[in-house]
């Protein structure tokens, strides 16, 4: 890969070294094609990068294969705006990095978060290593967020990562582990555009992307099958579908009294435990590791009043526990708890430390309307509480967290 890389630094050496360099991930798609675009018109020395990053024969995404059409796409993007393209196979670390976390996580009946890693693992990362290999000043991407530079006392460049002004499009929960040396060296040109507008700018200069359908899949893979995939490595093991009536009387406990907040958010955060005749067996299901809470589609279960809705998995003993209707107590918690080691700080300066707490906006999956919630710090972690109790939490998806619109910090859901 280095002797690969000298010969595309030697062509890009003729560009004027005036301008400064930018590494674009072209995808094939509108959003990374008018980002090119827009910083050549800026006086950028533009060069485009499409990342292969998948072609194991053994384990199969799809019978499609997206990554050629779009690759063919971002080269002819590259022409048309005259700019240097060269391809880089990423497949390896792709593996190791995403797809076999993806298997470890599911196997432990967690369920990751591909995209966030992929930015934090590969665009951020094994990309950016890349680009500054081609004396890069920066990379940059068709991102709908923005990122904004300001200087503390101590003349040091604070980074800020701010909310798309596209509400419908906001991806900044995507760039939620990003950190202060990956934000210092990123562009994000299309973060004050619209998407309707973004689409014009490539109409306007017949840009083959223009009317392209957006990717719905895998970061730079494309449309996946997931149970199809992960039936590829993870065996299916047959067990049984619990229906739990949400008259339990767990959901009807009384509230303890506590003797601190810490204490109260612990139990809080705590999921309820489930055992085999809190409820009634509804169905078999081919494997708990192949599902994910607040799922409703795979269950196979009918003659039900309201749909069945995943409210817990447990892979150890292979059960699933399911819920009648999406508003059954057992999808609710108020409180989760992020774990030091899953803990980050997008803006360390505004990390609070144990005891303290902080008033922030937040959301555990993406699209999701901003919630109110405070922080509370202690030793081992630190808690999210809600105003509202929230939907689907989770374990292995991220949290994030925001003052107004800036994303300061995230963390894995214990």
């Known amino acids: 890969m280095k002797i690969h890389f000298i010969f595309v630094f030697c062509i890009f050496t003729a560009h004027n070294i005036n301008m400064k360099k930018v590494v674009v991930g072209l995808s094939g798609g509108v959003d990374s094609s008018v ?37 063919n796409d971002a080269l002819i993007v590259a022409e048309k705006l005259g700019i240097p393209f060269q391809t880089v196979d990423l497949s390896v670390e792709y593996k190791e990095r995403i797809v076999d976390y993806m298997f470890n996580e599911y196997e432990k009946g967690r369920t990751p978060n591909p995209d966030v890693l992929c930015n934090r693992e590969i665009k951020f990362d094994v990309f950016l290593k890349i680009a500054l290999q081609l004396d890069a000043d920066y990379v940059a991407t068709g991102h709908y967020c923005r990122k904004t530079t300001f200087k503390q006392e101590d003349g040091t460049d604070v980074h800020q990562l701010l909310a798309g002004k596209d509400s419908n499009k906001d991806q900044s929960y995507f760039l939620c582990q990003l950190s202060q040396e990956q934000l210092a060296k990123t562009l994000f040109p299309i973060g004050e555009l619209t998407k309707p507008e973004v689409r014009k700018i490539a109409a306007e200069n017949d ?52 003797d601190n907040k810490a204490a109260e958010l612990a139990y809080f955060s705590e999921k309820p435990i489930y055992q085999l005749d809190d409820g009634k067996i509804v169905g078999e299901h ?32 292979n059960i699933i526990y399911t819920g009648q209707g999406k508003d059954h107590p057992g999808l609710y918690r108020r409180t989760l708890f992020v774990s030091n080691e899953e803990l980050h700080w997008v803006r360390p300066d505004l990390a609070i430390k144990a005891d303290e707490t902080m008033e922030v906006m937040a959301r555990i999956r993406y699209r999701q309307a901003l919630q109110k919630a405070i922080l509370y710090k202690v030793d081992s972690g630190l808690y999210v509480d809600f105003k509202e109790k929230q939907s689907a939490m989770t374990e292995g998806q991220f949290v994030a967290w925001y003052l107004e619109d800036e994303l300061i910090g995230s963390g894995v859901i214990s």
């Open 286 to 317: 081919q494997g708990a590791h192949y599902f994910t809470k607040g799922q409703r589609k795979g269950l196979a279960v009918g003659g039900t009043k309201e749909p069945l809705f995943v409210i817990e998995t447990d892979v150890d003993e």
């Open 207 to 258: 840009l083959i992307t223009a009317n392209k359908k957006d990717s719905q899949g895998l970061c730079f893979i494309g449309k996946v099958r997931l149970p199809d995939f992960l039936q590829q490595k993870l065996k299916p093991k047959k067990g049984v579908i619990i229906e739990i009536p949400s008259s339990l009387d767990i959901y009807a406990n009384s509230i303890p009294k506590f």
């Open 35 to 71: 980002t090119a675009y827009l910083l050549k018109e800026q006086g950028y020395d533009v060069i485009g990068l499409f990342m292969k990053n998948w072609h194991d024969d053994s384990v199969t995404i799809s019978n499609e294969c997206p990554w050629l059409e779009d690759s």
